[in-house]
């Protein structure tokens, strides 16, 4: 008798949806074995994450006796399922718009780019090293290098960016945006992975940080949560693709929480240091120290009358005070 409803309607409503399918919108599209596989990009992402740190990351779907013939095994598994994603993705470039995956020359670009990128994989490890130690230097909580590879999401973040940067250097589509937004949704930290971000790379805490497309940043470079390297404007949307829009860090720069800095033409001079919550969009000039005055503190009764300092018995009194910084 409950399903009574339902079993009438149940017809209706599948057509219903079916037909509003052929309206033949972006979000119509019925391709499903022909596009990129989220799910499995991320699965090669933690392949890959495995592969960077061995004897970090156990893969818990099978057991092993000999580690190297293990390493071997995933090596060679993150090639051939990543090189499937590749010729997926490879027909949103415009060089093979309209081209299936199944084309011969779509599937021999795809092993082309799959064998480069796994060349640079022992570049990317050299970078992974270099930010390891810049977290490890930086953060005295920091009591050991394996408590920063397990645990920190910055150093995951970055990571995550360092194998998508390669990918996207060359010109794969989908792919590495899927994966820095499978890390910003992990971690709070959003880095495109068209910036380029140099060596002895720290983030510390993280969360909040936005780090744009067009983003020159140098080495040993030090930011806080909260910190926004963005553009000026997106009112020109599209126009502006392709076009400088994020500033450039230069080395040994220090970016601390809350601060924005926007635009193509603002330049942080090497070895400046940036106060919390300055806003910049003109150049800086190396060494310099920005810094924002101290805000003044008020403090007013739930009528608006400004008062002295707020005693316990008068916030017993009045559960309405508060404090506006």
């Not at 570049?123 to 408590?147: Q, S, T, V």
């Not at 000026?232 to 929480?257: C, M, N, W």
């Not at 924005?260 to 910049?280: D, M, P, Q, R, Y």
Request: hydrophobic residues 35%.
């Amino acid at each position: 008798m409950q399903n009574n409803i339902i079993d009438k309607e149940i017809g209706a409503i599948v057509g219903n949806i079916l037909a509003d399918y052929k309206e033949n919108r972006s979000i119509d599209k019925l391709d499903l074995f022909r596009q990129p596989q989220k799910d499995m990009i991320i699965s090669v992402l933690q392949k890959l994450i495995r592969i960077i740190y061995p004897g970090y990351f156990r893969d818990g779907s099978r057991k092993f006796y000999n580690l190297e013939n293990d390493y071997s095994v995933q090596i060679e598994d993150a090639v051939f399922c990543l090189n499937k994603q590749i010729a997926r993705a490879l027909p949103y470039a415009e060089r093979y718009a309209g081209r299936s995956p199944e084309d011969p020359e779509v599937e021999a670009e795809a092993q082309r780019l799959t064998v480069a990128f796994f060349r640079r994989l022992p570049a990317i490890r050299e970078y992974a090293e270099g930010d390891l130690e810049a977290f490890y230097d930086g953060d005295p909580a920091a009591k050991f290098r394996e408590e920063i590879i397990l645990c920190y999401p910055g150093a995951y973040a970055i990571t995550v960016y360092r194998v998508a940067h390669e990918l996207f250097r060359l010109d794969i589509p989908l792919i590495p945006r899927i994966m820095t937004e499978h890390a910003h949704w992990q971690t709070g930290i959003d880095i495109h992975p068209g910036a380029t971000i140099g060596r002895n790379f720290f983030i510390d805490h993280g969360t909040g940080i936005v780090i744009g497309e067009t983003t020159l940043i140098g080495d040993n470079v030090k930011i806080y949560q909260g910190v926004t390297l963005g553009a000026l404007s997106t009112r020109g949307g599209q126009k502006l693709r392709g076009k400088r829009r994020h500033p450039t860090i230069e080395d040994d720069v220090v970016i601390y929480a809350g601060a924005s800095i926007l635009g193509g033409e603002t330049v942080i001079g090497k070895g400046s240091i940036i106060g919390s919550n300055a806003f910049i969009t003109k150049p800086i000039a190396p060494g310099t120290r920005v810094s924002i005055k101290n805000q003044e503190m008020t403090m007013k009764n739930a009528s608006g009358q400004p008062t002295g300092e707020v005693t316990k018995k008068e916030l017993e009194q009045d559960e309405t005070w508060y404090w506006n910084i």
